[in-house]
């Protein structure tokens, strides 16, 4: 198999590393021809290049790997590569979100594969686990931890009794967290990855447009008080069908303490399937890294040469976004003067060290979402969690 | 595919029970054609009968489920199978840990297919994510909990401050634990499956000599002991390797409590591998029930009959047991008469509610064990775990 890799970052290069370096049956029959780096870039390796057309033209490179990121030129020379005959094997979340059908249909159309395992979960096989349990089962359920950055804050504020900011910058210098961290902390890029998640576990390409809350407003006290009911919290992406209706949300989750997702720590994720027969299965492992994520598109590049069958997701279901399918109770801390927003829930008022928190029973998720909207316009200081809802399993 | 299923308990009607049930483009394709009961039970389907060579002369019946468990006659009838041209698929650990190593070259010799996932881990896709792992990464280091009936039982003592004979009771009515509890608590249960993923990882049929220590002797007492220091106990196999040398074992080991494992909770399993690029990955899932060991049962027919590659196991490496490779921490519960057996080590003494506890430090696991079959020679009530060495990822 010959290989062109479009971008030479970490994950890039990393998945050159990898190639290079393990000596497997399977990774000796990849090979890398091309590299394709931005124009003006110095071509250190014979393999670079900085035109797209010296892969699309090569009749003797029959893979693509997109490791660029970004919407374009990603869409575009994901689809020229399609076109040309090409497998294509991206890591790119944010283009497979919202591409993923049109991809999918291309490439059939093409008769050539385009996999996606490294966009959700890391290094973690959680499409390729995903696909497999649909063989069978009906997936009526997907929740996890899809973010390691956001874990990693959460994790170390409750650890370590810190401030957001202080983990925030701690987590930057350690290459986790973006200088500009909004896709990780306000829940775009863990949108993105339940986006593709929902569409291949529904047949059906999920619109983004569910409600997403991040973490950006929690606090060292907020912390120590859902520890002091007993609660770890996690930036969590979730999902839930019944027929041909179905809900998305993205927000902060409390969790008991002997939960799996209260005790997944650093920049690790966790993701959960439910399905009739299987039960709940959950993935852990890495979800980003070089490495991990390498390791990932390294594998559907395997499963392409290998010509290992794959589920083939098709877009055939009709659904529907319910705004009433998902009811949870809340914990919220706000000021007294927007408690308004809230006047037509049910709730109690605790106080913990001079803040007021809400605990508000069984509220539609949408509607949760639309009363806090208008919270942060008078106090844009508070902050919102969910409470997790086991499956009874005693 | 048409399909012969032999023997029709729990497993055998658990997967004739989703084939007529899931309806997905992968399962509509698999038939139900014979079911292989004991001579003189009543045939209560068309498809029953009682005679072996009924299946093995049918040349339309393509692939052969076997359910029966034990070593025979379920070892002849998977040769018989796959000699005839039938693929095997098996839920079998006692016959595939024995016999691992012939079923697949009578396989690869007979040009059909023997799989295997639901011997171990029950629906957890852990053969499928440890052959994967393996087609880029050294499989270094596996540890988990295996085993559905310990682990409900260590779970329910530590949850419900129970006797081990009470939650034994409870499990045995529950379904979970067998009328003959012996394999699940004294750990031969667990030992097969760590052969079987052992023998994977190294591309060497392990012997199955390696030290095996289960529950049996665990008190109400000692679990608040192990509580009272912060740890949760579960029922482990781990095996690991450093070049061509490995060790294995089968014991209890004290997690602290924000370790996965330590809420892997009633009868789900947990499994770990380690490899250089992908780091530790996780799966975690229902290792035992009809639904769950029959869902693994269907993949693996999918698997088949959509020609999907999968890594093909070599026996080719020659492996050494090595019994100093793995070192641990030891709490061990026992008479003041037996502390002589542990002469040779380094230990302190504490005394709890009125039972002594000796910790023992860094001691070679093969060593501890023979120590332990010294000690229960005089204090057959003695009980030992090692404590958990985490990685260091903070």
């Known amino acids: 198999m010959n290989i062109a890799i479009l971008g030479y970052g970490t994950v890039g290069s990393g998945v050159a590393l990898i190639i290079e370096q393990a000596h497997t049956p399977f990774t000796k ?69 919202k591409y993923l059908q049109e991809f999918i249909e291309c490439a059939k159309e093409n008769h050539v594969k385009f996999y996606f395992e490294a966009t959700t979960g890391g290094g973690i096989p959680w499409i390729e686990g995903l696909d497999k349990a649909m063989r069978i089962d ?10 390691g950055t956001s874990n990693y804050i959460l994790d ?69 008080y859902f520890k002091h009911l007993g609660y770890h919290i996690r930036l969590v992406a979730k999902t839930k069908r019944q027929g041909n209706k179905y809900g998305c949300v993205v927000e902060p989750v409390l969790f008991p303490q002997n939960e799996i997702e209260s005790n997944t720590k650093n920049n690790y994720n966790v993701i959960t399937l439910h399905g009739k027969t299987i039960g709940d299965l959950k993935f852990y492992g890495q979800g980003a890294g070089k490495l991990p994520t390498a390791n990932a598109i390294v594998q559907d590049m395997i499963d392409i040469n290998e010509n290992t069958t794959r589920f083939e997701t098709s877009f055939t279901n009709q659904m529907h976004y319910d705004k009433s399918l998902c ?59 969910s409470i997790f809802e086991g499956e009874n399993d005693d």
């Open 327 to 385: 009811l949870c109770d809340y914990i919220v801390r706000t000021s007294t003067k927007a408690f308004g927003a809230f006047s037509d829930c049910s709730y109690t008022l605790d106080t913990y060290q001079g803040c007021e928190y809400l605990h508000i029973k069984k509220v539609a998720v949408y509607l949760m979402h639309q009363y806090m909207r208008e919270v942060m316009k008078t106090d844009p200081n508070a902050f919102m969690a």
């Open 138 to 147: 009906e997936i009526d359920h997907i929740y996890g931890i899809f973010n």
């Open 156 to 224: 170390h504020m409750e650890r370590y009794n810190a401030d957001f900011d202080k983990i925030l910058k701690e987590a930057q210098s350690l290459g986790y967290a973006e200088a500009d961290p909004s896709a990780d902390i306000d829940g775009f890029d863990i949108r993105n990855k339940l986006r593709i998640s929902a569409s291949l576990a529904y047949a059906f390409h999920v619109p983004e447009d569910f409600p997403v809350y991040g973490i950006r407003t929690i606090t060292k006290q907020d912390i120590t």
């Open 29 to 97: 029959k990849l090979h890398v021809k091309h590299i394709l780096i931005r124009k003006g870039k110095n071509k250190i390796l014979s393999t670079m290049c900085d035109d797209i057309h010296t892969i699309l033209n090569d009749k003797d490179c029959d893979t693509v790997v997109e490791t660029m990121g970004g919407i374009e030129p990603a869409h575009t020379y994901i689809l020229q590569a399609l076109k040309s005959g090409k497998h294509v094997v991206t890591a790119n979340k944010a283009v497979v979100a």
